[in-house]
Every structure is written in structure tokens, then in C-alpha cells.
């Protein structure tokens, strides 16, 4: 069985139980198509009048925008302008701290800006914008994860090039996660990622794909109106530098 996007292919033996929700089923060797249905059970649309195809592709696209969405920041790097770049100097060597961005700000009649807000719509309603904070020193992005539930997941992905000043450099990476006021344990936490180890020595640029996934649970779900759980991405690096953020985005499955 192959997948394309939110479409699946395969022989009509190979058609499984339940498919995702929004998703079609394409037979290869029959002339049968089917979607998921109530409980994600697959139902036959082939051979339906197009009036009757087009309320179902409706519904298809209503399932699938509460199904999955993204919500990604995107620096001025990505608009004919330049990542958004700080110091780390000695001092703050080997000290967790939340990343420096700048978000492209949005030009009138040439582009909408650095946000792409495809949340999932119990996202959208929660909350008009899906982070807080600038993105300057002191003003961290926070991502909002108000209007997902324990049964949901998140990844975030964060692009960054890391230029040290010393050799034999590491860079560490997290998402710190603040828990919403009624969880048990109360306190909040990090999730690591992989670090980066610069081994060609200093004054290289070193880019950096960051990804970690994560479930929502009962500690970071939503507990009542303003009250659910939050993250934000922060860096460590053992030696001096400078680290040029590009991006940051936020991919939602409800």
C-alpha cells in the first residue's frame, strides 16, 4: 500500500480495516474508491452521483482540517532577508536559554508574513494566534497547545545554524514543556533532542535540523478555558558562538 498526502493506493485485497480520518483509498486494480467513514471505517464512494461526491469531499476536508494541521514561524531568512542571529558569549556557556527569533512581519500587497497557521480548528478557536512572545531576548515564542486533548501528539521542528568561536564544540537542544495548573506531578519538563556535535572545528557554520515529537497527555492537554500546556524551544552549547535561528514549526495531530 503506497501514500500520497492524506491518499492511499493498493490492491482491493489489501484495503485495511479503518483508514485515517480524511483519507481515500484509491484501488489499483479495481475501479473502486473508498473513505473513511464513521469510525474511520471504510466506505465504497465510487459510482456516487457528483452532487453526492461533492458533499463528501466537504466532509472530507472538514475531517481531515480537525485531524491534522501545522503551525510554523518563519524567519526573515526565508523572504529575501536574513536569519535572525545571537551571540552566545562565554558566560552564558552551558546554560539552557530560550532561542532569539524574529518573525517576519507580514508586507502589505507582497507576502502574508512568517506565520502559517494551519492549526487544527479547536486550536483556532481557543486562541486567535497560536504563540505567544516576540521571539526577542527575554520574550521567548511559546507555543499554545490550548484545544488538544490526551489522545493527541505534536512534533516540533526547529532550523538553526550554529557558528562556534572555540573547536570541539557541542550543541545541545530541547523543548522545555510547562504543564497546565491541575497536573499531578506539577512541575514542568524537558524533552532533549539529539545534540550536535561540531566536529570540524570553529568558525564553520553548522546547520541544524531539530525535530521532537511528543504525545499531549493528562498534564499538557487542555484542563478548562486558558488553562492548558505550553512549550518552547531552547538551546545549550558548551563553547562560545553564534546561532542563526531560520524557523520553528509546530505539526498537530488531533
Known sequence: MKQTQNQFYGKRTLLPNTLPSGAIYVCTDTNQTFAAGQDNIPVEISGIDDA?????????????????????????????????????????????????????APVTGVHLGGVADERVTTMKEANAVGHTGTGAAGDPIVFLLEGLQESSSCTLRASLTFEPDEDGG?????????????????????????????????????????????????????????????????????????????????????
Do not use: C
Open 52 to 104: 453526492t461526491k461533492n458533499e463528501l469531499q466537504e466532509v472530507l476536508e472538514f475531517s481531515k482540517r480537525n485531524a491534522q494541521g501545522y503551525y510554523g514561524l518563519l524567519s526573515a531568512v526565508y523572504f529575501d532577508g536574513a536569519a535572525t542571529s545571537i551571540d552566545i558569549p562565554v558566560e552564558q556557556v552551558d546554560i539552557w536559554q530560550d532561542v532569539v527569533m524574529t518573525i517576519q
Open 170 to 254: 557541542r550543541l545541545d537542544s530541547r523543548i522545555y514543556l510547562e504543564r497546565h495548573s491541575a497536573a499531578l506531578p506539577a512541575e514542568d519538563f524537558p524533552i532533549n533532542a539529539a545534540g550536535l556535535a561540531m566536529e570540524s572545528g570553529a568558525d564553520e557554520p553548522y546547520p541544524h535540523l531539530v525535530s521532537v515529537q511528543f504525545f499531549i497527555g493528562d498534564t499538557i492537554n487542555t484542563y478548562a478555558t486558558g488553562d492548558a500546556g505550553k512549550i518552547r524551544f531552547q538551546i545549550k552549547s558548551d563553547v562560545a558562538g553564534t546561532v542563526s535561528m531560520n524557523e520553528m514549526a509546530l505539526f498537530i495531530q488531533f
